[in-house]
């Protein structure tokens, strides 16, 4: 039987901290990450296999650096030191971590000792990548070292007994060539897990936490269209069956064809209760005029929870609302105050007085975590490998007052790009890519005469999680046949234009 018992990731502040969690889960084991100040009782109430301390930017020696509880090494669980976390554990227990002069960043020259729990079956000598100024100076009783480096000759370091290991380098960056190895080596021999934690093991799972959640209660679920959404419904409909309800709004700014898709993957395919809203007509007359981009943002995000509070007080009994909540807004939210750039609209999103239990059957899971689920669920590669589209739809890419006429256009164009991109095997290299219609007219000329039209602006970026972009570098054939195809047959556009702006100070979307 699988374990459903976390690998936890202490987070002490490091750049990768969320890496370590993903490394771990692609060794098929599941693994937690969460702040480094969690009450010790709180962690051992979660009853991990292994505890991991990541590295942070702080030196353990500096007034006010992350502090790491002892009592940590007092549960007997096995823990592993990452960088900082290394040399916590390492004063933590009586060692002593100095400043080691230059430092060392970057790809340096390991040695290890292959006979130690996190070497066993990696080559003596590789690659690491090391980002630090101190280092542990002198072991803690009971250690000893397992590796070095040029600059650190304590580069690693294990108590057997304790089942206590550490390394200074970085095992989840791409740049340890054996490091996802020396962290499976960490998870299945010294945490004894045997990488069972797999797509089909998180559906048996979640379809029993939901059967004993709801109950024979009903359950109420908007579909969006996208990936999250989807899979989550999908889940709760083969925990539930016909106790599920989906509603899905069409506000009439989703891409061509993706109504209809919706309501053929899950009204005739899947065979789920589905309500399609056709509440195109509702928010268009709401937007008339409007040219503000956080006006437009509120009015479909409000008129949305409108919509769905109607129809939701239609059906009877509904107790509870599914909400694709992933794993990337746990960690994220709490814990950020940032300044607000736009309102995010989100489905699922519903007033408080309505008074309903959530069910997020995918909050443990990242969004590469969540389409192996669609997968292993039979969904469809095109609604599995979507790319994101925002709550808002077509309205945040048109810049000016949105129209039936601006809408077409843009959906027409959007549809060309789609094609050329996933014809030319782009698709799933690009974060996201769409046309954006700004409300202006340039001249042009075609069989001999003045045109007076619309321009369309291709926008193509890639991310790793949309908080930085970069735009993406497609072949100039592509952007010509994106380019020629979108002026022969899109009627009211005469000219293509390119954004090369990357995220920051873009922003991805153009409102
Ligand atoms: P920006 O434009 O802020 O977008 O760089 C970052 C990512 O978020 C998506 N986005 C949204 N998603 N509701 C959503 O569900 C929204 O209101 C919304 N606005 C932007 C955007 O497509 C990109 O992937």
């Known amino acids: 039987m699988p374990s459903d018992r976390p690998i936890i990731v202490l987070d002490f502040g490091a750049q990768y901290a969320q890496l370590i969690a993903r490394r771990i889960r692609e060794r098929r084991v599941l693994s937690e990450l969460v702040p480094h100040d969690m009450p010790v009782a709180e962690i051992a109430a979660r009853n991990p296999v292994g505890i991991v301390l990541s590295g942070g930017p702080a030196s353990v020696n500096e007034p006010g650096a992350p502090v790491l509880d002892p009592a ?23 060692g ?72 200074q380098f970085h095992p989840e960056v791409i740049h340890t060539p054996a490091g996802t190895d020396m962290l499976e080596r960490f998870a299945y021999d010294v945490c004894g897990q045997d990488g069972t934690w797999t797509a089909q093991h998180v559906i048996d799972e979640q379809i029993a936490r939901i059967r004993a959640q709801v109950g024979d209660q009903n359950v109420l679920c908007g579909l969006s269209g996208g990936v999250d959404s989807a899979v989550a419904a999908l889940l709760v409909h083969r925990a539930v069956g016909d106790q599920l309800t989906c509603v899905f709004v069409d506000h009439g700014m989703l891409r061509e064809g993706e109504a209809e898709q919706v ?16 509440a195109q007509r509702r928010f268009l007359d709401l937007l008339a005029g409007v040219t503000d981009p956080e006006q437009k943002r509120k009015i479909i995000g409000e008129t949305f929870i409108r919509v769905f509070e109607d129809e939701s007080k239609r059906l009877e009994g509904v107790k509870f609302l599914v909400q694709g909540t992933l ?12 300044a607000k750039i736009k309102s995010h609209h989100n ?13 997020e059957p995918l909050r443990l899971l990242f969004k590469d975590e969540v389409r192996q689920v669609g ?7 095109r609604m599995v490998w979507r790319q994101p589209f925002p709550g ?12 039936e006429e601006r809408l077409s256009i843009l959906r027409h164009a ?29 001249v042009g000329v075609m069989g001999d005469a003045r045109t007076y039209d619309y321009p369309i602006i291709i926008r193509a970026v890639t991310s790793e999680d949309a908080m930085t972009a970069d735009w993406a570098r497609l072949p100039y054939d592509l952007l010509e046949r994106i380019s020629t195809r979108i002026i022969n047959e899109v009627d009211g556009v005469n000219r293509v234009a390119l954004d090369i702006s990357s995220k920051p100070p873009g922003t991805i979307e153009w409102e």
């Not at 489905?347 to 069910?359: N, W």
Request: hydrophobic share 40%.
């Open 327 to 338: 794993y990337s807004d746990v960690i994220e939210s709490g814990s950020k105050t940032a």
């Open 96 to 167: 002593e971590v100095g400043g080691s002069g230059a430092g060392e960043f970057g790809k340096t020259e390991l040695e290890v000792q292959t006979d130690a729990a996190l070497f066993r079956g990696i080559p003596p000598a590789h690659s690491c990548w090391m980002s630090h100024n101190d280092s542990v100076t002198r072991l803690p009783d009971g250690f000893r070292a397992t590796a070095s480096t040029p600059g650190a000759p304590i580069a690693a370091m294990e108590n057997l007994e304790r089942r206590l290991h550490a390394v």
């Open 263 to 278: 309501v053929e993957t899950f009204g005739s395919h899947y065979k789920v209760p589905l309500v399609h809203v056709q």
């Open 72 to 94: 940590i090494f007092e549960l007997g669980i096995p823990v592993l030191g990452i960088c900082y976390g290394m040399q916590a554990m390492a004063q933590a227990l009586g």
């Open 375 to 381: 997968i292993e669920l039979g969904m469809p590669e």
């Open 414 to 442: 959007d549809a060309v790009l789609q094609e050329e991109i996933r014809a030319a095997d782009w698709y799933r290299q690009l974060w996201q890519s769409f046309a954006v219609l700004p409300a202006i007219k340039s």
């Open 392 to 403: 808002p739809g077509l309205a945040i890419r048109i810049i000016g007052d949105v129209t």
């Open 347 to 359: 489905v699922g999103g519903l007033p408080d007085d309505m008074d309903l239990e959530l069910c």
